[in-house]
């Protein structure tokens, strides 16, 4: 949903968005697997991909996400700041520090 907003309504460019995964992978063909699938939802090319950060897997925790998660990013000031404003205006409230 976030993607959506931010590409149809926003206008962001596919090419300015860069991912950043978290997972836990036993190897490398694992860890392959949970990039493949965060582009491939997500409709962005393998040059989108940041570094993926691989947690080591603990024994005492069982209810993990298979595929990790995901951090969607965009490095653009006036966008945070548009986005921030507009949050502002449909909550009714005013925090001057988040515009920059």
Same mark, same amino acid.
């Given at each position: 949903m976030f993607m959506s907003f931010l590409c149809?309504? =926003? *206008?962001v460019r596919r090419e300015a968005?860069?991912?950043?995964?978290v997972c836990h992978?036993?190897?490398d063909d694992e860890c392959r697997r949970i990039e493949e699938y965060w582009l491939n939802l997500l409709h962005?090319?393998?040059?989108? =991909? *940041?570094?993926t950060?691989?947690?080591?897997t603990?024994?005492?925790?069982?209810?993990?996400?298979p595929n990790g998660v995901c951090m969607v990013r965009v490095y653009d000031t006036a966008l945070v700041s548009h986005?921030?404003?507009a949050?502002?205006?449909?909550g009714g409230f005013e925090n001057p520090e988040w515009l920059f």
């Open positions: 149809e309504e =926003l *206008g968005i860069k991912l950043k995964i992978a036993q190897n962005l090319p393998p040059a989108n =991909l *940041g570094k950060f691989v947690k080591p603990s024994t005492k925790v069982h209810n993990h996400l986005i921030f404003g949050i502002q205006e449909y």
